[in-house]
Protein backbone atom coordinates (compact mmCIF):
# COMPACT_ATOMS: atom_id res chain seq x y z
CA UNK A 1 0.00 0.00 0.00
CA UNK A 2 2.55 2.30 1.04
CA UNK A 3 4.82 1.90 -2.38
CA UNK A 4 1.70 2.21 -4.42
CA UNK A 5 0.78 5.73 -3.10
CA UNK A 6 3.95 6.66 -2.94
CA UNK A 7 4.68 6.19 -6.66
CA UNK A 8 1.83 8.42 -7.58
CA UNK A 9 2.84 11.87 -8.48
CA UNK A 10 2.06 14.45 -5.51
CA UNK A 11 -0.15 16.33 -7.83
CA UNK A 12 -2.02 13.70 -9.64
CA UNK A 13 -4.77 11.60 -8.63
CA UNK A 14 -5.57 13.64 -5.40
CA UNK A 15 -8.99 13.27 -5.13
CA UNK A 16 -8.73 9.24 -5.67
CA UNK A 17 -5.62 9.06 -3.15
CA UNK A 18 -7.36 10.63 -0.48
CA UNK A 19 -10.98 8.65 -0.96
CA UNK A 20 -8.77 5.14 -1.36
CA UNK A 21 -7.13 6.00 1.73
CA UNK A 22 -10.49 6.97 3.45
CA UNK A 23 -11.38 3.11 2.64
CA UNK A 24 -7.83 1.39 4.36
CA UNK A 25 -8.86 3.79 7.45
CA UNK A 26 -12.46 1.79 7.43
CA UNK A 27 -10.75 -1.63 7.02
CA UNK A 28 -9.42 -3.38 9.74
CA UNK A 29 -6.50 -2.99 8.45
CA UNK A 30 -5.84 0.36 9.88
CA UNK A 31 -7.03 -1.23 13.53
CA UNK A 32 -3.62 -2.56 13.55
CA UNK A 33 -0.80 -0.27 15.18
CA UNK A 34 1.61 -2.11 12.99
CA UNK A 35 -0.26 -0.45 9.79
CA UNK A 36 -1.43 3.08 11.05
CA UNK A 37 2.76 2.85 12.30
CA UNK A 38 3.66 2.97 7.96
CA UNK A 39 0.16 4.50 6.78
CA UNK A 40 -0.22 7.76 9.38
CA UNK A 41 2.70 9.39 8.13
CA UNK A 42 1.79 9.04 4.98
CA UNK A 43 -1.88 9.80 5.71
CA UNK A 44 -0.68 13.29 7.43
CA UNK A 45 2.03 14.57 4.99
CA UNK A 46 -0.80 13.78 1.73
CA UNK A 47 -3.70 15.73 3.77
CA UNK A 48 -0.80 18.46 4.93
CA UNK A 49 -0.59 18.85 1.09
CA UNK A 50 -3.47 18.80 -0.50
CA UNK A 51 -5.29 21.08 2.24
CA UNK A 52 -2.29 23.83 1.32
CA UNK A 53 -3.15 23.86 -2.39
CA UNK A 54 -4.86 26.49 -3.68
CA UNK A 55 -7.42 25.90 -6.31
CA UNK A 56 -10.37 27.80 -7.37
CA UNK A 57 -13.29 27.84 -4.52
CA UNK A 58 -15.98 25.50 -6.12
CA UNK A 59 -12.85 22.74 -6.78
CA UNK A 60 -11.12 23.93 -3.32
CA UNK A 61 -14.92 23.33 -0.91
CA UNK A 62 -14.95 19.62 -2.37
CA UNK A 63 -11.42 18.83 -1.93
CA UNK A 64 -11.75 19.57 1.81
CA UNK A 65 -14.26 17.73 2.66
CA UNK A 66 -12.45 14.93 1.01
CA UNK A 67 -9.41 15.76 3.67
CA UNK A 68 -12.21 16.17 6.45
CA UNK A 69 -13.71 13.07 5.78
CA UNK A 70 -10.52 11.19 5.87
CA UNK A 71 -8.94 13.00 9.26
CA UNK A 72 -12.39 12.69 10.86
CA UNK A 73 -12.23 8.58 10.18
CA UNK A 74 -8.70 8.74 11.09
CA UNK A 75 -9.40 10.00 14.51
CA UNK A 76 -12.82 8.08 14.54
CA UNK A 77 -10.71 4.66 14.22
CA UNK A 78 -7.94 6.17 17.25
CA UNK A 79 -10.79 6.68 19.62
CA UNK A 80 -11.75 3.35 19.89
CA UNK A 81 -7.63 1.93 20.22
CA UNK A 82 -6.37 1.96 23.72
CA UNK A 83 -4.37 5.44 24.58
CA UNK A 84 -0.83 3.88 24.60
CA UNK A 85 -1.34 2.39 21.58
CA UNK A 86 -2.42 5.59 19.80
CA UNK A 87 -0.10 8.61 22.01
CA UNK A 88 2.21 8.36 19.24
CA UNK A 89 -0.33 8.27 16.08
CA UNK A 90 -2.25 11.71 17.64
CA UNK A 91 1.20 13.49 18.39
CA UNK A 92 1.63 12.37 14.51
CA UNK A 93 -1.39 14.38 13.51
CA UNK A 94 -0.74 17.59 15.50
CA UNK A 95 2.60 18.03 14.56
CA UNK A 96 1.55 17.44 10.82
CA UNK A 97 -1.85 18.71 10.80
CA UNK A 98 -2.80 21.20 13.72
CA UNK A 99 -1.30 24.57 12.36
CA UNK A 100 -2.78 23.71 8.52
CA UNK A 101 -5.91 22.62 9.63
CA UNK A 102 -6.57 25.76 11.56
CA UNK A 103 -5.38 28.24 8.90
CA UNK A 104 -7.34 26.02 6.64
CA UNK A 105 -10.52 26.47 8.79
CA UNK A 106 -9.52 30.37 9.19
CA UNK A 107 -9.50 30.77 5.72
Known amino acids: ?5 TCI ?16 VRSNVFRK ?3 RDILLPLMTRELKNW ?9 QHKDKKYCVDL ?4 LEVLSYQDEISTYQHIQEIILQ ?9 TH
Open 33 to 35: QEC
Open 9 to 24: PPDKLQQQKVQSMNEI
Open 71 to 74: LNSI
Open 97 to 105: LLRTVNRTV
Open 1 to 5: LFRSY
Open 51 to 59: LEQRKEEQQ
